[in-house]
């Protein structure tokens, strides 16, 4: 294939989006469609490679994955072996045998189904995991594996059926990765399935030869429309509209767009991603893909802030161009030129240091991530996770993994013979279930979603959204009196305090004629607590905990509490956890961290929370009407 460097360009666009996400994502909220705009470039340029040689009737498929292997592995390998080094030296025992699962799944191609299973709402710690950036070329090799087959099954024996077979592919993804989007969004982030319509969108460029395109004004207007969508697809689209989905859409279309017109001759855009600096860039985008995620996340570590200073991020782009410039130099180029690398030279130095990579990961596995790099109770600290009940108590809350139909019915039933108790909430409110739990006589009734405030599920905007129908499921449950409860509990983490919705939520509730009980804000961290806490005890310093306390808390409490009682009576965590004037919080719980993340208590931080808070903040007379008096006098 003829060199093209406007798709250069393309990739610094993306490469360079990805890294201004990562570094500081409220600067760029869309930098993330930097890896559609990767996918894109890959269907195409595999896709032309397979259909031409399939054409000339000289493809090898032993030769197509010699070229994948001299492109990918040893930059990847250079890299990983990077990490490792870096994660003994840095990371927790719990955090370092994670990530070597990780490095082997992504030498496995597998790493986003690991990525898949292992991120989700309550597992913080997988986020800061620094080969989490390799979920993308997992989706890549398993294209590099489905479209040889494929493409030379339809070449050989449906070749005028070929593009219309891939569009209907790719209509059949893209419908898919919509419902994922609205249902089950973790599915359509890392699932090949769904994302197999960003790279057969390139494959399809190679079949369209349509005639205008040989006219210079048309290729410039399509040229320009791609860039277009492009350039207003990385400034106006936003996280929270569902990714990949019907936003991805915009994005692939203008750079399949810039693409398709750079294919038939010349054109501005083609110039103008052609000059010096956006090539550059592209030359060394892989590997400045491979090295910018996991600079990023060491940094974090090691300054264990969650926003970098302007000068750390200087640091952290100068070093990660510094790597990925030495990685095309001395690693990608030697093992992609078969003169200086020859077949089996190659095989033998990939499979030697990936059998070498992997035989390292089993070892940091087996040895439990070598603890002995610390104290044992440091080590305990920061492997702290709650145990197994936190399992048990989940079990009544949905997630973006779920569906509403996921709800387990008997969640909201009462157990015949106690007082039923209706909690409501996001995980703010379903991590008191355990300590509402142990209430003498107390049945818990809950309806809980990740991440949704309940004054914001009973908008109409909020209507048709799993969250919005959960919670109105739960105050019909309510209403009917073989199912009423004796007091309903509220909590949420206040993010976007709307005194219009919080007043019409304690209006609704209100008309139920049911005690109302509002738990306030927990102190939220910057940083996970038993992370925090390891680190204060290695460190030497006690009071670190104390600067990644998040400020915004006592702006929300002070809000918050004058509008829930105007409805309900109010439990404030900070007035019971913090010590105002230093801004000190509880973090313990007995022997233990009272948090399993940055801001959800475990079942022993909420159940001292709540005995707490009722014995200092209620009087007598209000346990007795909310029936909370026994878990007071324990």
């Not at 106690?418 to 996001?426: F, S």
């Not at 949704?452 to 919670?471: M, N, R, T, V």
């Not at 909590?491 to 509730?509: I, Y």
Request: charged content about 15%; aromatic content about 8%; proline content about 6%.
């Amino acid at each position: 294939m003829k060199y093209r460097p406007d798709i250069d360009g393309l990739r610094a666009i993306a490469v360079l989006s990805v890294f201004a996400y990562h570094l500081r994502p409220g600067a760029l909220p869309a930098g993330g469609l930097g890896v559609d705009i990767f996918f894109v470039i890959s269907g195409y340029l595999i896709g032309g490679i397979i259909l031409r040689e399939s054409d000339a009737g000289n493809f090898s498929l032993l030769r197509f994955y010699e070229r994948r292997l001299r492109r990918i592995v040893p930059a990847l390998l250079a890299s990983m072996i990077a990490v490792l080094a870096a994660s003994a030296l840095l990371l927790m025992p719990n955090d370092l045998a994670n990530g070597a699962i990780s490095a082997a799944a992504a030498l496995l191609s597998v790493s986003n189904l690991y990525f898949w299973h292992k991120v989700d709402y309550f597992n913080e710690a997988a986020a800061d995991m620094p080969l989490l950036h390799t979920w993308s070329l997992g989706v890549e090799e398993q294209f590099y594996i489905a479209a040889p087959i494929i493409l030379i099954l339809l070449a050989r024996h449906a070749r005028h059926l070929m593009t219309p077979a891939l569009a209907l592919m790719l209509g059949v993804s893209l419908a898919l990765n919509v419902m994922q989007v609205r249902h089950t969004p973790v599915d359509a982030f890392y699932l090949p399935q769904g994302r197999a319509w960003e790279l057969l969108a390139g494959v399809i460029l190679n079949r369209l030869n349509f005639s205008l395109l040989f006219a210079r004004w048309f290729r410039e207007a399509v040229a320009w429309s791609g860039m277009a969508l492009l350039v207003m697809s990385l400034i106006l689209l936003r996280p929270d509209l569902g990714w990949p989905g019907l936003a991805a859409i915009p994005p692939v279309v203008g750079t399949a767009l810039i693409i398709w017109a750079g294919q038939h001759g010349d054109n501005g855009v083609a110039r103008l991603l052609a000059l010096k600096p956006f090539t550059l860039i592209g030359l060394i985008s892989y590997s400045l893909y491979l090295w910018h995620w996991p600079a990023i996340v060491f940094a974090r570590e090691i300054t264990l802030a969650d926003q970098l200073s302007s000068r750390l991020m200087l640091a952290v782009v100068a070093f990660a161009f510094l790597a990925a410039w030495l990685s095309w130099r001395f690693v990608e180029q030697p093992f992609r030129k078969s003169t200086t690398m020859p077949g089996r030279a190659l095989l033998a130095w990939t499979c030697g240091g990936a059998a070498l990579v992997l035989a390292v990961c089993a070892l940091i596995v087996t040895a439990k991530g070598w603890p002995g790099r610390y104290d044992a109770e440091t080590v305990r600290i920061a492997g702290f996770s709650g145990g197994a009940e936190a399992n048990l108590w989940r079990r009544c809350i949905l997630t973006e993994r779920h569906k509403l139909s996921d709800f387990p019915a008997d969640c909201l039933d009462p157990q015949p013979g106690k007082r039923p108790v209706l909690l409501l909430g996001d995980s703010h409110a379903n991590m008191f279930r355990p300590a509402l739990n142990d209430i003498a006589g107390v049945s818990v009734m809950e309806a809980t979603y990740a991440a949704c405030a309940p004054d914001e599920a009973l908008s109409a905007q909020a209507a048709s959204k799993p969250c919005g129908q959960l919670i109105r499921k739960a105050l019909a449950v309510a209403e009917k009196q073989q199912t009423r409860p004796d007091l309903i509990v509220l909590s949420w983490q206040v993010k976007r305090l709307d005194p219009a919705a919080v007043l019409a939520l304690g209006k609704r509730l209100k008309r139920l004629g049911i005690p109302i009980l509002v738990i306030g804000p927990t102190p939220e961290y910057s940083v996970r607590v038993p992370k925090l806490l390891a680190a204060a005890r290695t460190r030497g310093e006690l009071d670190l905990p104390a600067r990644f306390l998040s400020r915004h808390l006592w702006q929300s409490d002070t809000r918050l509490a004058p509008l829930a009682r105007q409805f309900a009576t109010y439990l404030s965590p900070q007035e019971a956890m913090c010590e105002e004037p230093r801004r000190r919080c509880t973090l313990m719980a007995g022997q233990n961290p009272a948090y399993y993340d940055r801001q959800h208590l475990n079942g022993d931080g909420a159940r001292n929370l709540l005995r707490q808070m009722i014995s200092q903040q209620l009087s007598v007379e209000q346990r007795a009407r909310l029936g909370l008096s026994s878990i007071a006098s324990e």
